[in-house]
């Protein structure tokens, strides 16, 4: 089985300022690894996943998530944010042997003027 | 290309009243799944399916039954509300885990409150 630990909960910052959203998982076997997003009242929207090769990935938005298999993490990083990143962020994991995503808890950014 | 629709959007009943959420999708997808979300819990599995005929416990399966007949639906019934089921409810489906095209597309949910 997997899990995943998101280690903020709530990530206040101020516009333009760079923001970094900390994942780490524990699973025994190979993973891929998602990052998704929801707006107030809103679905999940992808923003963007590891499979496999290269261990930065760019995602929409100009997010982009380095995976690091020694540390078992997958923090997602912006460079500046704007007022509409305003969301949840949701880590996920999905195990190669397995048929569904695991969820950590979710950090709420909160984008100030 | 619709992707994953639920219904209804928000819904009220009454503690031992019973529902079915809807939910559809036009991707032809073998994975589907229901989560609900909670403050501070994330989503959580409730059940799945991967293929027609086919369904499994989530880690929270209990008050929740689930079906899959076609491809397309998988509904979730609600067999008697207790009010520790007011929750978001998602439903998402996949291609099969380990695939090129691995991601879970969710639909926008429905709101539930039990009283």
């Known amino acids: 089985a997997q899990s995943v630990t998101q280690l903020d909960s709530q990530v206040p910052v101020f516009e333009e300022a760079p923001v970094e959203l900390r994942c780490n998982y524990s699973?025994?076997?190979?993973?891929?690894l998602f990052w998704y997003v929801q707006y107030p009242n809103q679905g999940l929207q992808l923003l963007l996943k590891?499979?496999?090769?290269?261990?930065l990935v760019k995602g929409i938005n100009g997010f982009e998530a380095e995976f690091n298999k020694s540390q078992t993490s997958f923090h997602l990083r912006k460079p500046s944010v704007h007022i509409s990143d305003t969301a949840e962020y949701f880590c996920?994991?999905?195990?190669?042997?397995?048929?569904?995503?695991?969820f950590g808890a979710g950090t709420t950014v909160t984008v100030r003027a | 290309n619709a992707g994953v629709t639920q219904t209804p959007k928000f819904q009220v009943l009454k503690t031992g009243q019973s529902m079915t959420l809807q939910c559809a999708q036009d991707m032809n997808h073998e994975y589907m799944s229901w989560y609900r979300q909670d403050p501070g819990m994330g989503l959580r599995l409730i059940h799945y399916s991967v293929g027609a005929g086919i369904t499994d416990q989530g880690e929270v399966p209990n008050g929740y039954n689930v079906s899959r007949s076609t491809t397309e639906d998988f509904p979730l019934r609600l067999l008697s509300a207790a009010p520790s089921q007011t929750s978001v409810y998602f439903c998402?489906?996949?291609?099969?885990?380990?695939?090129?095209?691995?991601?879970?597309?969710f639909g926008q949910g429905t709101r539930l409150t039990v009283v």
């Open positions: 996920a994991v999905w195990g190669s042997n397995d048929y569904k995503l695991s």
């Open positions: 699973s025994s076997v190979s993973v891929y």
């Open positions: 590891y499979l496999s090769g290269s261990t």
């Open positions: 998402a489906s996949s291609y099969p885990g380990g695939s090129s095209n691995t991601e879970a597309f």
